[in-house]
């Protein structure tokens, strides 16, 4: 009886290795040749059947130099801005609060006082805060001068905060 079951066992194992498989090819069912390495196209796909009409590449629009060497005027004629580059440095902390209705009305407040002075200013919300921040500065320095500017404008109680600044909107250190 042992020798039965091993024989069995050993067919079934010498079946289940080598035996064919059952999974089916799909692009057999679909009437493709394609070979195993992928680099042949399907025998349902015919390159002549494709014009010239039904292929469209568009290049890229590129700036065009107006003559100054530093501006450039798109297609349109539209003056392109530069691109904000996000990197480490300090923004003022002017107020924070919990509700966000009353940060909201002090947003404004402060845009009317700052964004005239050339300072942004930004609502975030860290939870479970709402933080009114005030300008975009680079270096230590210019932070500096920014806070000294928001306690001259009645902001008495902000401070410097490290934070992730947008790099062309530093007006302190151009």
């Given at each position: 009886m042992k020798k039965i079951l091993i024989i069995l066992f050993s067919i079934l194992l010498i079946s289940a290795c080598g035996g064919k498989s059952s999974i089916r090819d799909t692009d057999t069912d679909l009437?493709?040749?394609?070979?195993?390495?992928?680099?042949?196209?399907?025998?349902?796909?015919?390159?002549?059947?494709?014009?010239?009409?039904?292929?469209?590449?568009?290049?890229?629009?590129?700036?065009?130099?107006?003559?100054?060497?530093?501006?450039?005027?798109?297609d349109n004629s539209e003056k392109e801005k530069p691109k904000n580059k996000i990197v480490d440095g300090f923004r003022i902390q002017l107020k924070a609060a919990k509700s966000s209705t009353k940060i909201k009305e002090q947003l404004a407040i402060a845009r009317s006082v700052f964004n005239p002075l050339g300072y942004e200013v930004y609502l975030i919300y860290e939870s479970p805060l709402y933080k009114l921040r005030l300008g975009d500065s680079i270096t230590r320095k210019s932070a500096e001068k920014a806070l000294d500017l928001s306690k001259a404008k009645g902001y008495r109680d902000s401070w410097i905060v490290p934070d992730s600044v947008n790099s062309s909107l530093d007006k302190s250190e151009e």
């Open positions: 009437g493709s040749s394609a070979s195993a390495s992928g680099n042949e196209a399907p025998a349902w796909f015919n390159a002549a059947d494709i014009e010239e009409n039904d292929v469209e590449i568009k290049e890229k629009e590129r700036p065009k130099a107006t003559g100054t060497g530093e501006q450039y005027l798109s």
